[in-house]
């Protein structure tokens, strides 16, 4: 057991350009979820996949940002067009089965700073 | 719509001690969930404590318990016997439904432990 490893731990960029963020999960979790976290705040919930279907992306923030899990495994987070206002840390989660025993694992996170 | 208030921006202890952090929720959910989760300078999300809200007893988990008082709608976590490691950013988290991973994060209260 790795844990959930996310990269780059930091990206910064300009705004109006294009950043994609991986997320690898535990190797039998099927489940991934995504979440925002801006400086002084809770984590947001964002997105969330069972295995290779994305169950939920109304909480998407904008249509500038999707998600995908192509296999089941690993997943990427982008944001197309940054603003400022994408500037948060963004974390990626992982959890086997649902139920109520489920338990996420937390990855480190990306920093995302948007200039 | 479900939220989860941390009303204690900051709060310190002296190391050795024992201190309680205040967390209330609101829900229309009868089926849910509460959780605990520390987040240290390394940024990584680490489950401390969860309780369901059809159990009475209260958890405990080794020197971390919590308070669940349904009807008012609260859940404090304590920690006793204070450790410096324990100092970090401290979540309330509430999930529902049929994914328990989607969480709602209160904003947060920062623990500081005094040697």
């Known amino acids: 057991d790795t844990g959930v490893s996310q990269n780059p731990r930091h990206k910064i960029t300009k705004r109006g350009q294009n950043v994609t963020f991986r997320c690898d999960p535990i190797s039998e979790h099927n489940r991934l979820y995504w979440y925002r976290q801006t400086l002084g705040q809770g984590p947001e919930f964002l997105t969330y996949f069972q295995n290779e279907a994305q169950l939920e992306k109304s909480r998407l923030l904008s249509d500038r940002f999707s998600a995908e899990r192509p296999k089941g495994s690993f997943s990427t987070l982008e944001i197309q067009r940054t603003e400022q206002g994408d500037s948060a840390m963004y974390l990626c989660?992982?959890?086997?089965?649902?139920?109520?025993?489920?338990?996420?694992?937390f990855g480190s996170g990306t920093q995302l700073s948007v200039l | 719509a479900q939220t989860v208030t941390q009303s204690q921006p900051e709060m310190s202890v002296q190391e050795a001690e024992t201190v309680t952090l205040s967390c209330t929720y609101d829900?229309?959910?009868?089926?849910?969930?509460l959780f605990w989760y520390k987040q240290p300078p390394s940024r990584q999300m680490i489950l401390v404590i969860r309780?369901?809200?059809?159990?009475?007893q209260n958890a405990t988990e080794n020197r971390f318990s919590v308070n669940f008082q349904k009807a008012a709608k609260s859940f404090s976590l304590k920690i006793s016997d204070s450790q410096l490691g324990d100092a970090a950013m401290y979540f309330c988290?509430?999930?529902?439904?049929?994914?328990?991973?989607?969480?709602?994060f209160g904003q947060g209260t920062i623990l500081t432990v005094h040697p």
């Open positions: 988290a509430l999930a529902w439904g049929t994914s328990y991973g989607k969480l709602t």
């Open positions: 989660a992982s959890s086997l089965g649902g139920g109520s025993a489920e338990k996420l694992f």
């Open positions: 829900t229309s959910e009868s089926d849910y969930y």
């Open positions: 309780q369901e809200a059809y159990k009475q």
